[in-house]
Structures are given as C-alpha cells and as structure tokens.
C-alpha cells in the first residue's frame, strides 16, 4: 500500500538511526504525545533501536486513558437504561469503571453496540425512534469533529432521540499541565500529527517559545517517528527550540479549517478532569449552548456523579512520563490487560498494555531517579 | 426484532442453484413445527437435508449410524465436536456450511487422523427461510464431498423467533490415527522448524469487511479448506511431525501461544518471513488490529524436526492447499511459554495471546 511499506523500510531506518546517533553527545529526555506513536514505537522495538541517552517518554494521547473514571460510571449508568441504545467504539467496552465495565452491562441486558463510526450511531436513532441512542464521543482533536458533525447532523435532520456523553480532551493545555508540573523531565515533544492534521500548528510556537522546548510535528510510521526523534535531537544538540513539521504529508499548518468551525459551532472549550492527572484548565469540550439539548449527561442527569481513582494505579504518573509503566508495583500482578486496574492497561494506545503485550521478553533496567529541567 | 431471513444479509447469495427436490408444502420459512418431530420435520430431513448430504447409512434414518472399522488404517479414534455461530451466514469464499464441515475436518486432521465421518446438528430460528436452510445444507453436502468425509447422522431442532441468529450449526467428527503418527501440541521442542501452509490473516479480513456497519471494498475471498489432504502430504514425508494446529480464532499468535504453553518451550517468529497479504495489513493498519490474531480457516501451522523441515516444506508446496508455505520460525529453549517476534527493525517483542474478540480501536 502506498505510504504504509514506505515508512516501515529497514535500510531508511538505519540511515535516520546512524543520524541520530551521530548527532547526540549527551542524555536527552523527550515525549511523544500521541499513544499511537507510543504504541509503534514499542511495537516495532524502536526504543531499542535509540542511543542509550535518548530516552522516550510516553505522553498521554490515549484518549481511552486519559477519560476519567467519573465518566466511565456516567457511561455504566447510561448504558444500563432499559430506553438506552448506548453506541461506542470498541475499545471503550473493556474500560473499567467503579463497578464493571461496559461489557458486564451488556451481558446483565443493556443495548451496547460497538459502532464505528458516530454516524452509525446516529443511523440507529433514526431507525429506533421510540429508543434513545447515546454516543460515547470520546478523544482528541481527532476524533471531534466527526462527534461535533454527527451532533449537527442530528439537528439537520431533526433527530431528537440522540444524543453524545462527551468528554473530548485537547492537546495543548496538556502540554503545558506537563511543563508547569513540579517535577518536569521533558526537554522536547513528538507532537501527535493526527491532531495537528485538524488543528494546524499554530497552537504550538508559543508553548515551544515560553517553555524553551523544541516541539516536533511526527507522525505514526517508524520512519515518520524515528524523523520526527531526529528532527528533536538535531534542535536540543543546536540550542534550538522550534516547531517543526516533520508529517507534512497530513498536516497543513492552518490544519482543517472546515472542522475547526464545526468544532467551533459545537462545542466550547471547558475545564476537564483527565484521568489519573487531574483537572487542566480549558483543556476540554462540552457541547455549546446552542447544542446542549444533545448533551447526555443533562439529558439523563447523571452531571452529579462524583468518583475516586484507584489508590494503587499510577497510571497518572504514567500518564505525565514520571515513571515507565513496569516502574508501578502493580503492573503485571495486580494490573493486566485482562483485570486492567488503570486506562493505560486497556487500550492498544495505552502505555501500560504496550509495555505488558511487547515487553516482557526483557523489561528494560528500571530507571535511576533523576530529574531534568 | 430484525428480520430473521435477513441474516445473511441483503448480499444474500443467488440460490438460483438451489432447488428444493419437492417443495416442502405449505411453509417458506421455519416453524416451530419443523423440530417436532412430526410431519413437518420428516419433510426437512427428507427433502432438505438427505439430498443434501447424499450418504447411505444417513439415509437409514436409524438412531445412530453402525460404522464399520475394519480396514480402514489405524487403531486409535480421534473423536472431535465444534459449533458454528457466524454472521453472517454466508460470506466472500464460504459459508456457515463450509466452515462447519472444514472446521471439524481440521480438528481431526490437526491430531494426524484422517476425517471419516461426521454429525451435523442444525439449531434453527423460527422464521428463517426454508431456501436459507437448503442452501447451507447443500454447502455442509459439498464441503463434506471435497474433504472426504461422510455426514453419517444429524439432528434439527428449532428455537423461537429473536432465540438464534438464523441458524446454528454444530458438527462432530471421528477419524483414525495412522499407525506411528503422534501429534500434540505438548510434542514441540527447541530446534523444531515452524512453518505456516499459505498466506495468514484471511479469513477474519474477509469477515470483517463484510461485517454490519463495518462493510469496506475488498476482492479478498475465505480461505476456508479442508486441511486433510494437505496433512497426507506432510505425513508422507515423515510421521515424525511433532504438532500441527489450524490457526482459526485468535489467529496464529493464540495458536503458538498454546503451543508455547503446553510444551514449555519458547518460539521466535521472524516478522519479516510472515506471509501477510497486503489488503490484510492494510485493513489491520487501519482497523488497529495484529495480523498474527486475525482468524484463518484453512491454514495450519507445523513444527517439525529440523532434519525433515525442508522435504515437509516442499511436500506442502507442492500441495494445492500449501503452495504458499513458508517457514515463519523456531521453537527454542530460551523463555519458556513465551512467544517472541523480531521485528522488521531487528528489534525484539513478545507475540502475546489475544485477550479476548478483537476490539476495532479508536484513532
């Protein structure tokens, strides 16, 4: 397939490599942001691959992950009504809440569907008018504006029995949450090119300019995120700290603008709780005013529910690059992709299911405490 | 409810091929009456399922069928039971018939016996159309006739409207082991070659795309067999064959894994020698799913000792159902019950057992 083989070639890889290593005279400590980079790069060994000094921090953009426990038992509460068609995609079904998980309501009764797209979410609303059918628009920016062009299309054709549990997070605000943290080890971010693809660049100078950090546009290949590592290294050996695109093949640096003013129209930016870390200031989006009549968790006034994290999980350190994940006392006893205590076990993105599924052959020495920065 | 006939979903294929023999009377689609066991399911079983299968000691129509034995090479049975519960019913390059006949037939034949006789039990929806049924029966009849085997004796029972899913399907086999054959998954050993008959991940591909709400354009085709004459092939070779699985769900990567488990040896794949199509990589690229725990349903996997790996692998080669046999890698003393993959960048990791249906991910 074009542009599948291509990013996966060994001897271009080895050339981006001898770069690298030819490149670093000292120990650097970056992130990538998307749980799909991190899900590639130890799928595919790169870590391995990489100086000894250069060490990869996985960042939060798993949007399973990072959806707070609070609103995983909203989607329990939802999804266990008898009127309740509740639509989600697959991942999210095995994401456990306070009291089970979306598969042990669909065994006890409750209508679940995984659907792969919102517009087939929608679809069955308009094909069950006396059900209410709920879509669980979760994720980034990448996976907003379908939800928001779904909500606007429930609208468009007057499709009331619908609505969307919404807990879409962005990327930014996160970025900084992670460089004002106390303790911060990163000096440069793989920025997750998918976002970008609908975002633009544009957020991101000024957060490489205050934070003094180089900021990488990568994309999901091997080669796109051994490029983008590339591109890092050569800007924390220069002094740099720039944005650069390194996936110019999906991103434009005005991004969509058509989705950015659908997601506009429909949601607004709000405060939100990520999972395991802890509310960041306008790092979200709820739907706007003038859709809120779509918004679920109004519609079945499950607003009210409040729930605490496992004390034992500490995929929020995960989640923030702190530690790595076989670094927690309960990865891979208590905590296995079968009884995941944290996101971060669940899904294919999560750090912590990566490392137990690629990474029990030889667990990498555990890390000397240090920090940077 | 949805429709029950409609199971099969609006691609039904033409049963223009398919006549009933004698109209089954007043009734287009099944009733509670045909499990009965009166009139009406006297006329299924005559009028659908004998032509279907065709097969003497069927059409004795006795409580069970007496087979004889004697003459037939080898003195241990293989003795096997598999259900059937796709949707849909009946897909690009197979159907439920087809799978429910190679199914069992693989189970025999992944023991090292040769298939010779199954069961067929048929749960059917009330509602389901009658040429529905006839059309995988007659599937079940021609699988069976490529396999070599003979569908012996059968059941139908019918289950309420909204309690099936159109129809159900379980079959049971016996084959004989051939003398000095002795294949268990817990016979692997460090230094056996592992080679894989053809082309990996095809069958749940195939599927998939066709699947309710997932449907997307591919040519790709079941590569649902019958894997009997290919085992022939390998144990003409040697008998010396220490285990033989069909990867089906799970795909190979659940497969080795219980290999890996039941023997205590470790495996290690070379990713690159996979043989993975690329309208299947490309779909799991883009579905987030692993080519190695996608289904087969006509592929197997051998360990064999290096001394005979190359003759079995021409031998399979030369087979029409191993033409794309290759050898994908080696069992080792090195972590135990662990599978472990080198990837296509010389770096190393661990192949591991599926957790449970594979869940399309998100972005």
Known sequence: ?373 | MADPTSVGGSDLPSFEGWTCPLPLRDSPTIVMGHGGGGALSSELVEHVFLPSFRDEALARLGDSAVLDLAGLGGDRLAFTTDSFVVRPLFFPGGSIGELAVNGTVNDLAMSGARPLFLSTAFILEEGTDVTVVGAVAERVGAAAERAGVRVVTGDTKVVESGHGDGIYVNTAGIGLVPDGVDVRPDRAAPGDVVIVSGEIGVHGIAIMSVREGLEFGTALESDCQPLNGLVDAILGVTRDVHVLRDPTRGGVAASLNEIARAARVGIELDERALPIPDVVANACAFLGLDPLQVANEGKLLAFVPPAHAEAVLAAMRAHPAGLGASVIGRCVADHPGLVAATTGFGASRVVDLPLGEQLPRIC
């Open chain 1, 1 to 373: 397939m074009k542009y599948l083989d291509e990013f996966q070639d060994p001897a271009l890889a080895r050339r981006l490599l001898d770069d690298i290593h030819a490149t670093v005279t000292r120990p650097w400590a970056m992130m990538e942001v998307c749980g799909g980079q991190t899900h590639s790069i130890i799928r595919h060994g790169l870590d391995q691959l990489l100086p000894d000094g250069i060490e990869l921090i996985h960042g939060p953009g798993c949007p399973v992950c990072v959806t707070p426990l609070e609103v995983i038992d909203k989607a329990l509460e939802i999804a266990a009504r008898p009127e309740v068609i509740f639509c989600s995609f697959g991942d999210m079904l095995r994401v456990p809440g306070s009291d089970g998980d979306l598969f042990r309501v669909k065994s006890a009764g409750g209508d679940v569907r995984v659907v792969y797209s919102p517009l087939d979410a929608l679809t069955l609303a308009r094909d069950n008018p006396d059900r209410e059918v709920v879509f669980f628009g979760i994720g980034f920016e990448t996976t907003a504006p379908p939800n928001a062009m779904t909500v606007h299309q429930a609208r468009k054709l007057g499709i009331d029995n619908f609505s969307l549990l919404v807990s879409h997070v962005r990327v930014p605000p996160a970025i900084e949450a992670i460089m004002t943290a106390p303790v911060c080890r990163v000096q440069a971010f793989l920025a997750a090119g998918h976002v970008c693809t609908v975002m633009g660049t544009g957020e991101y100078p000024p957060l490489a300019e205050r934070f003094g950090v180089p900021i990488v546009v990568t994309g999901f290949e091997p080669l796109d995120i051994l490029e983008g590592i590339r591109r890092a290294v050569h800007q924390l050996e220069e002094g740099r700290h720039e944005v650069e695109n390194a996936y110019p093949r999906a991103v434009a640096a005005d991004g969509n603008p058509v989705a950015i003013r659908m997601l506009e129209d429909v949601f607004e930016v709000v405060d939100r709780s990520w999972r395991g870390i802890g509310m960041i200031p306008q790092s979200g989006w709820r739907l706007s005013e003038r859709y809120r009549e779509y918004d679920a968790e109004e519609r079945f006034r499950v607003a009210d529910i409040r729930t605490q994290e496992s004390s034992v999980c500490r995929s929020g350190e995960v989640l923030q690059g702190l530690i790595k994940p076989h670094e927690c006392a309960a990865f891979g006893t208590q905590c296995t992709p079968r009884n995941p205590l944290g996101a971060t076990m669940v899904s294919s993105e999560g750090a912590c299911a990566a490392y137990f599924l690629y990474r029990r052959l030889q667990p990498p020495p555990a890390r000397e405490a240090s920090t940077v920065g």
